[in-house]
């Protein structure tokens, strides 16, 4: 990537401190009792805890989560040989508007270059998305994977650990549906034909890290994501209690799960997707996969209406999932001179929830003619 490019260089109040703070980590959760318990979770300390750390931090990590670190590490492995190539072998699978899957080393978050490169795959190729973001086109299109000639063993790699992926996070909605006080299987049905992709992220070593950001700052906009982060660190997560970035230092063979803005909606608030970002590093590159749970592209998400009562009414308006994701997959891809889509574009004002009766009106309206 060379020098700085100013296209790099985040505003002044976005720049990392680089010390680093002594502070409590985000909580960590053994999955052993769930993985061994067969399909009913009968683990309520369990639950309460994952119940907890959403509240909470909206982040946390997972041992004894019954993935084989073998999956894990041949994925690393072949992702760093793939990285490792000269840029015009990688360009040949580069993603575009039309080609929204495959490598991509100029994506921008907030309008401000990232100081990274990635690979992105689909777990379910094709993948059925909306064709276009307007919201009257009904048209739908697929999104097809670019797998690159090298190396070889790449796209296993990444279906065999995408497959334990999708199991980790069917558990963890299960967890996630009981400590709502929701029955287990309430998300299911919405992941039936999921928009799931997984990513392999490269941060090169930069030379300016108090300038530049490997990730900016962000929410991820899906339901959960599962994130493998190697030994170097660098993930920050925005503290609830006082907006302190706190780093997550790695832990061996953990995963990093945070609840998206899906959730957030879902939950009518009461779990958050929290803002995070990547700091780098001068010296040490760094590598991480996450995979991004998604719905299926049709699915209007709105607060579980078990979720809501006439003192707590919900605070979104129902949206499409599939329009949201191509608006912001497209839009990532340069810089603009405006945000891009967030869900808080949904939220009801504050005007309009404390009038709540009409609130229930309009919901119930709304309801009907989605
Ligand atoms: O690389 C990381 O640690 C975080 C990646 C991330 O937040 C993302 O890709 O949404
Ligand atoms: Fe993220």
Redesign the pocket.
Known sequence: MGEVDPAFIQDLEHRPKLATIEAEEIPLIDLNSVLNSGDAVSDTTLVSDIGEACERWGFFQVINHGVPLEKRERLEKAARVFFNQPLEEKVKIRKDEAKILGYYDSEHTKNVRDW?E?FDFSVHSPTIVPASTRPADKQVAEWHNQWPEFPPQLREACEEFAGEMEKLCFKLMELIALSLGLPQDSFNGFFKDQTTYG?L?H?PPCPAPELAL??GR?K?SGAL?I?A?DDVG??EVKRKSDGEWIL?NPTPNAF?V?VGDVIQVWSNERYESVE???IVNSEKE?F?I?F?FHPAHYTMVKPFEELTSEENPPKYRPYNWGKFLVTRKGSNLKKLDVENIQIYQFRFSESELANSLERWYLWHRQDAVS
């Open positions: 990274r990635v990513r992220n941060y490997g990730l962000h991820d994501t994130l982060q660098g993930l997550v990093i945070n995070h970002r990547v760094r991480s996450p991004f």
